[in-house]
């Protein structure tokens, strides 16, 4: 029988329907998570993080596949177990302590008005276990899912926990029973409610299929790369500040390089040996493109990580981290200029 949280091994499935992921929305999920639950932060500050999905349903043989056309971060949890007013016995302490503003339902409401005007609606729910099993607790987790069913019968969960992803384990539901071993997995499952009408009720697995990947071991393996990519650059909250400081530093590397090949220059002119400043100016040239080359592809990471931005966050952080990467884009562009101002001092 099924009570409390430890309903996993009672799961039937009543459905055929198959959830039908894009790269870009798993890609989402894993990074907006990972944002907040990853080897930088520790493990205390693990936060879950929530979001939705809008899309559509596809007519199959057997009925209705779902497809999920985008994915939004909404909000991570800000609920803090430590704080001294909180009770202990609030199963918010140990698990699903996320708890919706006024804004992030304002969000709720930008985005089905954008889904329906391109002809989909919001098609479930997701968020995040981090370090911990992947399910629907039975305080929180159960009555949102059924809250997205009495909207839309067919309306799932997600449940992802990084770590998972990560480490290819899944935890045990008791401390002491063993960890399972996993191969391929992407880090999540899918549910729905057995009864839309009962939380009490039992939920049950999706099948689903995720796309834009050769095989499951690609898929890992490049979303296990992403993870990385956000631990070192897209973790926690202000995130425009590692920008602003990423983006100083290569300015300030760019300029000293400059400086540091008229200085070169000088000291040949200086030694006699005049006859090597053009072959020495080539290669400090190529030298600086090429640093300028590895910094375009971190700035092209930084504009994809804005994709994985909280829905709220945009207005805010987007017009930062544009400014932020203007000032780059004006020092690349008077490089050519400088360049010139160089060689012409030394003549040539
Ligand atoms: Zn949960």
Known sequence: MCNGINCSNTIVKIQTMTVIIPKEVYFTVVAACVRFANRKRPKEDWKEV????????????????????????????????NDANVDESDPRTVIDGYEYSDEDHESFALIDEEAFSRGEFTVGWWHSHPGFKVMLSGFGDRKTTISYQAHNPLAIALVFNPDRLVRQIELPQKAGDPVRQLRDDPGFKIFRMEDPNDRYSNFYEVEYKIEGFEDGEQR?????????DIT??????????????????????LNSLLQGVEEYLHTLSRTGESHRIHEVLSSQTREIRKFIAETFIKVEN???FMNYLEYKERPIILPKVDEILAKWDNTVSQLNSKLTEIAKKFAF
Request: glycine letters at 6%; charged letters at 25%; a negative charge.
């Open 232 to 253: 070192n650059f897209f973790s926690g909250e202000n995130v425009f500040e590692i920008y602003n400081k990423f983006i100083d530093s290569r300015i300030n590397e």
């Open 302 to 304: 930084i504009k994809e």
């Open 50 to 81: 929530s979001g939705i999905f809008t899309g559509k349903f596809i007519e199959n043989e057997n009925g209705k596949d779902l497809y999920i056309s985008a994915c939004y971060p909404i909000m991570h949890d800000t609920f803090d177990p």
């Open 220 to 228: 890992v393996r490049y979303a296990q790369k992403l993870a990385i």
